[in-house]
């Protein structure tokens, strides 16, 4: 199927990280202006998940069109005691209409287990906004042959069942490129990318086939049409790249050719 014949609508977003000040509304008004004044060209939904602190007033003025926000993690609870955490609930009050939970970031970083994301994405869903799951093997896994049982275990044990299409979307970032400039070739993707579309389908049926399941890792505009076009990539997960518009503009511009 080529990438204008697409029976799912793709997505393209941009991880922050931890990276970005107010005076980066500008790159964001800047993505958003090139969206509205391109209205329709572009066959993709459009995301940023800036830190939190920005969220609020990215919101306010970008006004409602065509750029989603998201947040990058949230905390399974809606409220209490938990000094430091967002809950979902704060993210879609502050503008967001989804969250990352699973980040290998935030699983290596804060020992968050499959339980963990699952709980996360579980609250995403009870406040009303999408769950964007992240997967993918270490290099160790990778060379050791283990990256389709390490992501499909991530997906079974991550991926709640209060998943659909509309309110779910699987990211499959290979840890060993993230940040690296090291992509998989585009046949490892197709056979990572099948084997989690298999999962969806066996987890959720009709649900599992409408998901997007995203790659993310060193997306960059040179490389972006190519892993885009690759079968069951339903969009891009996109760190570096993002924070940038022009940079992240050249990617979503995969997905301009219908
Ligand atoms: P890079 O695009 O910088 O490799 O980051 C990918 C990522 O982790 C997005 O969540």
């Not at 042959?145 to 275990?153: A, E, I, Y």
């Not at 070739?185 to 999962?199: G, L, M, Q, Y």
């Not at 990539?233 to 050249?250: R, T, W």
């Amino acid at each position: 199927m080529g990438i204008g014949q697409r029976k799912i609508r793709p997505l393209v977003a941009g991880n922050w990280k931890m990276n970005g000040l107010k005076a980066s509304l500008a790159e964001a008004l800047a993505v958003r202006d090139a969206l509205t004044g391109a209205e329709g060209a572009f066959a993709a939904d459009v995301m940023i998940a800036p830190p939190a602190t920005l969220i609020g007033g990215f919101a306010a003025a970008l006004g409602d069109y065509p750029l989603l926000l998201a947040g990058q993690d949230c905390h399974p609870k809606a409220s209490g005691a938990h000094t430091g955490d967002i809950a979902a609930e704060m993210l879609k009050d502050a503008g967001a209409s989804a969250v990352i939970v699973g980040h290998s970031e935030r699983r290596a970083d804060h020992g968050e287990t499959n339980a963990t994301v699952r709980a996360k994405a579980e609250a995403a869903h009870r406040a009303g906004i999408m769950a964007i799951i992240c997967v993918g093997e270490t290099r160790e896994e990778r060379t050791s042959g283990r990256t389709l049982s390490v992501v499909s275990k991530q997906l079974q044990q991550s991926a709640p069942g209060s998943a659909t299409a509309a309110n779910t979307v699987i990211a499959y970032e290979p840890v060993w490129a993230i940040g690296t400039g090291l992509t998989p070739t585009p046949d490892d993707v197709k056979s990572v990318h099948a084997a989690i579309r298999n999962n969806l389908i066996s987890l959720f049926g009709p649900e599992g086939e409408g998901m997007r399941v995203l790659y993310g890792g060193s997306v960059k505009p040179d490389n972006a049409a190519c892993l885009m076009a690759v079968e069951n990539v339903d969009g891009a997960l996109v760190g570096g790249a993002s924070l940038k518009a022009g940079d992240f503009l050249a990617i979503v511009s995969a997905y301009g050719d219908t």
